[in-house]
């Protein structure tokens, strides 16, 4: 269950929606357009995939709350019960102030693991949400540190500029996906008559997980630039001090705990070259010494 934080979530999310969207619009024959007995119609495709693309992006930003609190278990905290979740819902709600966006819904996860995330379709109509594992670890200073980096994501709109480059993306991969499974077919022996058969929709299917995943790498590239946007943000929000507390805990905890590759209070990471191409966040050291070095007090 750690990959299924944040961006691969919605990452995940959004490669099961193309897939579903290309799957029912083929079977349809909705995008035969595209398929001329001479070869492929490029201009066509490239406004199908683009309509796909964006489409499945858009639907994927609106079911990411849903989709957080049914994947991960989140129990939203509707009627604090006291003691810490008082205090969390409390710390949200100063920091929502500051940052000048609405309350955004509070939830906590069954986790022992020490993480936390944010998501929504827009800076009014988000959640934050911590695991039972950074709750019960983390004092006051720290946890606020954690609130106010999520909470700069949310003031900074992550997801729809994460949406507007997915779509981009998603449009590139399906296009792709289509010209390399034609070229295949193709080179199978299949004419213009057969090549909207099953064979060149599955071969279609293939090819755009392929490149579904090869592509998630700029997204992850994207995704880690922001960290160090939300760290300055989390501590013009709270306070440098209590931002570095957080960092500096996740970093100690992280030396401590080094068989979990995948551990992520507001980080993924992993040893091989591949894991880190895939990693949403960039190593903890470069966050600190960032944050270090910025112009805050």
Not at 162 to 173: E, H, P, R, Y
Request: charged share 15%; glycine share 8%.
């Amino acid at each position: 269950m750690a990959f299924v934080k944040r961006i691969f979530l919605f990452l995940i999310t959004n490669l099961a929606i193309v897939l579903v969207l290309t799957t029912v619009v083929s079977v349809f024959g909705l995008d035969v357009a595209y398929l001329t007995p001479y070869g492929l119609n490029l201009k066509a495709l490239a406004i199908f995939s683009l309509l796909i693309g964006m489409t499945a992006s858009i639907i994927s930003l609106f079911m990411s709350k849903l989709s957080a609190k049914w994947i991960m278990k989140v129990q939203v905290i509707k009627d604090p019960r006291g003691g810490r979740e008082v205090e969390l819902v409390q710390m949200v709600k100063h920091l929502a102030d500051q940052a000048k966006v609405g309350m955004p819904e509070v939830g906590i996860y069954p986790s022992n693991e020490i993480n936390a995330f944010a998501t929504g379709w827009n800076r009014n109509n988000s959640l934050i949400c911590v695991s039972e594992g950074l709750l019960n670890a983390m004092n006051k200073d720290q946890l606020e540190g954690v609130l106010a980096h999520e909470m700069a994501h949310v003031r900074n709109g992550d997801m729809v500029t994460m949406i507007l480059l997915q779509g981009i993306i998603n449009a590139f991969v399906i296009f792709a996906a289509k010209v390399a499974a034609w070229g295949v077919s193709r080179a199978m022996g299949r004419d213009a008559d057969e090549i909207g058969g099953l064979v060149y929709y599955g071969i279609s299917i293939l090819f755009e997980i392929f490149f579904g995943i090869l592509a998630s790498t700029i997204v992850m590239a994207f995704s880690r630039w922001r960290e160090f946007g939300a760290d300055y943000g989390g501590a013009q929000l709270s306070s440098k001090k209590k931002m570095m507390a957080a960092l500096e805990f996740l970093q100690s905890h992280h030396a401590v705990d080094n068989r979990h590759k995948s551990f992520a209070t507001m980080k993924m990471s992993g040893d091989s070259a591949f894991m880190k191409l895939l990693s949403s966040h960039p190593p903890m050291e470069k966050r600190v010494m960032a944050l270090q070095a910025a112009p805050i007090h």
